[in-house]
């Protein structure tokens, strides 16, 4: 059984000032968040390169940029989340993953395949010192006074992740070379590893101080004069060496042509 709805006319209504006022507003879309982002994060940046980055709060960032202390809280919670997304920006460009995957999978001699990764990491961890390895090296310190930022370091930095995966893949690798009889080494393969790992560490803190912070701390030649290709040949070959391989196999890193 149909019911018939008798049909009212319809009244016009005026829109209220609040509405309208409202519908004009501008929407809030992920560009917008992004460009916000941005300006902290640059705002970071020059506090970065102002002050110690150990020593640096939401209160500098906040006077850098000129925020209310709430608008800057609406986007990150606190200064370690803006340092860490401050490296992922700068580190971007890198796929060390992808390179690490490629570099495994080659067939050549594995002395050259362990050059080719001393050669990426010397890419990777020296070749981008010069504008952010101050901010890199000093969070460090930052991490030594508050070890329970480790962690969430290690778990949002994309270039820790990637190192990481680097030296997992490296060990593996090397473990494997090694069961299967090419690599004889000389001394327990953790002690190699731990040694290659604490020398590319000294390299790339050495050549910190002398790109960003002109310290000369070597009692016989400038730091300033540092070459990390070179020392990074000298350490190809001793881990070469200490795996019990010829280390006169085109162990030379910068194999890599760059384009």
């Known amino acids: 059984m149909l019911v018939r709805i008798k049909l009212l006319p319809l009244q016009m209504t005026t829109m209220s000032p609040i509405c309208s006022e409202r519908n004009n507003m ?18 970071a940046y020059r506090v970065c390169l102002a002050k110690p980055v150990y020593s640096i709060t939401m209160r500098d960032i906040i ?5 209310s202390q709430g608008a800057i809280y609406r986007y990150f919670k606190n200064v370690h989340y803006i340092l860490f997304e401050l490296i992922n920006r700068q580190t971007a460009h890198l796929h060390v993953k992808e390179e690490v995957d490629a570099i495994l999978s080659l067939l ?9 990764i001393l050669d990426l990491v010397t890419r990777t961890s020296m070749m981008n010192t010069k504008e952010f390895g ?33 030296q997992k893949r490296t060990l593996e690798y090397i473990v494997s070379q090694i069961e299967s009889g090419y690599f004889k080494p000389l001394m327990p393969v953790e002690d190699v590893f731990a040694f290659t790992a604490v020398s590319i560490d000294g390299i790339e803190r050495d050549l910190i101080l002398a790109q960003s912070c002109q310290v000369e701390t070597h009692p016989i030649s400038a ?11 000298v350490l ?16 030379t890193v910068n194999l890599i042509k760059k384009e």
């Not at 050549?108 to 080719?116: C, N, Y």
């Not at 000093?138 to 778990?155: D, R, S, V, W």
């Not at 730091?223 to 040949?233: A, S, V």
């Open 63 to 67: 006077t850098e940029i000129g925020w």
């Open 26 to 43: 501008p929407r809030v879309n992920d560009k917008y968040l992004q460009d916000k982002r941005e300006q902290i994060l640059d705002a």
């Open 108 to 116: 050549e001699p594995p002395e050259h395949v362990i050059a080719r």
């Open 236 to 251: 190809c070959k001793s881990v070469i060496y200490l795996l019990g391989g010829n280390s006169e196999i085109g162990c």
């Open 223 to 233: 730091i300033k004069d540092i070459d990390p290709q070179r020392l990074m040949n």
């Open 134 to 166: 101050k901010i890199i090296f000093e969070y460090t310190a930052l991490i030594g006074n508050q070890p329970e930022y480790f962690e969430p370091f290690t778990e949002n930095v994309k270039i820790a992740v990637d190192m990481q995966y680097l």
